[in-house]
């Protein structure tokens, strides 16, 4: 059965984490879901709140396929480049962090796989508000006027 595959942890708490994002997003936002599974919340809660999951400028776009093809659909596969692209088009960019410190190949001495991209936004001239939720954090990093 594939819904086994997609487990939930119940410490989670998606629909209240998502309902935030939605509500806070604008339309010229850009998203970073870190691990790449982050992704399923938000494809399954968008819509509950007015907005189609499909409709955003993510820095890696879900894809269906390559989750279900894939055991290790969750670091980050894009690079600092990749990032710094990203970053130029943006004034606003929301990051979306859980799992953030389970074992990728990319991860600092602590084992934390988001910490370049929160170092990398700071550099690229973003300032960065935090809101926390059971086992889940969203930034949102604002470029510095």
Known sequence: MLFRSFGVRRDE??????????????????????????????????????????????????????????????????????????????????????HEFDAYEEQDERGDTSSWVRDRLTRNGFAARQRIFPAIRILLYERRR
């Open 13 to 98: 708490d998606w629909r209240t984490a998502i309902a935030y994002l939605a509500g806070q997003a604008q339309g010229d936002d850009g998203y970073i879901f870190i691990s790449r599974r982050n992704h399923l919340p938000w494809q399954y809660y968008a819509p509950r709140f007015g907005k189609n999951p499909l409709q955003i400028d993510d820095i890696e776009p879900f894809d269906w396929h390559d989750l279900a093809s894939s055991r290790t659909y969750r670091a980050p596969a894009f690079s600092r480049a990749d990032l710094d692209r990203f970053s130029a088009r943006h004034q606003r960019i929301w990051l979306v962090l859980s």
